[in-house]
């Protein structure tokens, strides 16, 4: 097959199956959590394997060690997140008169800053706008969460086909894999493996160290800053946790966000602030120094740009699904990329004359 016709092949393969999963995004979920935590847990069956274990028994008994301790985790998480998330609802109004109270003796010094007269009632005007805008996203995602018939079948759908997809994926990986890999083209067979051993090694640097990574901190900051006494403290720690999947910007957004509410619960007490932002600065020693280093190892990610820009553009694309779907394409692409910027360095279009005197 010519070269052209390969990439009309390939282009047109890959065209259809992003056809196919935009087709079918709203029943993928599942089969996406199922395929993310079979790929998580099996390096893990894979070792028991070798002791001479039957395979099927492993996964089992590994699959509901797992599910047992997610159940756990999210039965003690979740209440406490739902009553403070509640609890911040609440509370916003008075936080924003708080603010008011604040920015209403710098109206003069605001004006000279910004050039334009801006009068108290424009300032009032547009703190309501925006904080009514923010609760009715927040009441809408909720409503959209808890209430509905069909979003219940879906969270319900996905609760039971999750395990079920990552049991059977996890029981047949060596046979897939093996399927795989004999239906590759015969020519490019070496340099799609070495292709994909590149993916796999970014992939799984990423969800098995940074993920735990950001576990961690959630768990570290959602306890300390609890203990602390900061008004959902637990709330704002595994919120840094989350965000934490993009490096500096977690501990970046959480310690703002921790220092504003802490000088509005405390009036300004400076004791109090320095205690929060010292458990952030403590946080960040103990992951550079203890948590990256053992989990993440001399692995190297992916940047955080490129996770930022994939992350909204999966989102963008196919919402929730498309957004557990960008890591995975984050990394393929940047690793195909890297490859055919590889290919074209080698290429006549880059360097003719020494090609041509090597010929």
């Known amino acids: 097959m010519k070269p052209v016709h390969q990439l009309i092949f390939w282009a047109t393969a890959l065209a259809g199956i992003l056809f196919l999963v935009w087709l079918f995004k709203s029943m993928l979920l599942p089969f996406v959590l199922g395929g993310a935590i079979a790929y998580l847990l099996n390096p893990l069956v894979n070792r028991l394997v070798r002791f001479g274990a039957k395979r099927r028994v492993v996964v089992l008994g590994i699959l509901g060690c797992f599910l047992t301790v997610l159940v756990a985790l999210l039965a003690i998480i979740l209440p406490i997140l739902v009553r403070e998330a509640a609890g911040f609802v609440d509370d916003v109004p008075q936080y924003a008169h708080k603010i008011w109270l604040l920015i209403e003796p710098r109206i003069v010094w605001i004006q000279e800053k910004m050039g334009q007269q801006i009068t108290a009632d424009q300032i009032q005007d547009a703190m309501k706008e925006n904080i009514g805008k923010a609760l009715q996203v927040g009441k809408g995602v909720l409503g959209g969460l808890t209430t509905g018939g069909l979003a219940i079948v879906d969270f ?64 570290v900051y959602a306890v300390a800053l609890s203990v602390a006494g900061l008004n959902y403290g637990f709330l704002i720690g595994l919120g840094t946790g989350v965000l934490s999947i993009i490096p500096f910007v977690g501990s970046a957004v959480g310690l703002v966000t921790s220092l504003v509410v802490s000088y509005l619960q405390s009036g300004g007490d400076i004791t109090f602030i320095g205690i929060i932002a010292a458990i952030f600065f ?75 005197a090597e010929k």
């Open 156 to 219: 319900f759908t996905t609760i039971l086909i999750t395990p079920v997809v990552a049991y059977f994926l996890m029981k047949e990986w060596p046979r897939v894999t093996s399927y795989v890999k004999e239906m590759l083209p015969k020519e490019h067979e070496e340099v799609i493996v070495n292709l994909a051993g590149q993916i796999d090694g970014k992939i799984s640097g990423f969800v098995r160290g940074q993920i735990m990574v950001c576990l961690c901190l959630g768990l």
């Open 282 to 356: 403590v946080g960040q020693f103990i992951e550079g120094n203890f948590i990256t280093p053992k989990l993440l190892g001399d692995s190297v990610g992916l940047h955080p740009l490129w996770i930022i820009f994939s992350l909204m553009a999966g989102g963008s694309l196919l919402g929730l699904l498309g957004m557990f779907l960008s890591i995975p394409v984050a990394a393929s692409i940047g690793v195909i990329a890297g490859f055919m910027i590889e290919q074209y360095k080698a290429s006549a279009y880059y360097r003719p004359q020494e090609v041509g």
